[in-house]
C-alpha cells in the first residue's frame, strides 16, 4: 500500500521525524495515505496532522482551473476529460509550416 510505502522511504532515509507536509493532488488515496501516516507518526510520538500536513499542488489546481475554462469557452466538451482522447490534441495547433501566421 502506498502509506507504507511512504513510511518505509521515510524510515529508510531517516525522515520520520522530519516530516511536516505532503503535496499531493486531491485523489482520495491521498487521503487514506495521510491518515495512515498520522497515525503512524501518533504511534512513534511524532507529532503529524493529516489535516495541517496535506499541501495541495499547485500544477494540479492550475490544470483542472484549464480544463474548466476549456469547457467554458467551448473549446473542448466536457466528456473528452474522462475520455481515451487527449484533450491536448484537440485544442492545439499543427506545427507544420503551412500554420503558421
Request: aromatic content about 6%; charged content about 25%; some cysteine.
Amino acid at each position: 500500500n502506498l502509506a507504507e510505502a511512504v513510511w518505509n522511504t521515510l524510515e529508510l532515509y531517516g525522515l520520520k521525524d522530519w516530516i511536516m507536509g505532503v503535496v499531493c493532488d486531491n485523489a482520495t488515496n491521498n487521503d487514506t495515505l495521510l491518515k495512515s501516516l498520522e497515525n503512524r507518526c501518533a504511534a512513534e510520538g511524532i507529532e503529524f496532522s493529516h489535516k495541517k500536513a496535506r499541501i495541495c499542488c499547485l500544477p494540479h489546481i492550475v490544470h483542472l482551473s484549464a480544463m474548466r475554462l476549456l469547457e467554458g469557452i467551448g473549446a473542448i466538451k466536457p466528456d473528452l476529460r474522462r475520455g481515451e482522447s487527449a484533450y491536448q490534441d484537440l485544442v492545439t495547433a499543427p506545427i507544420d509550416p503551412e500554420y503558421d501566421d
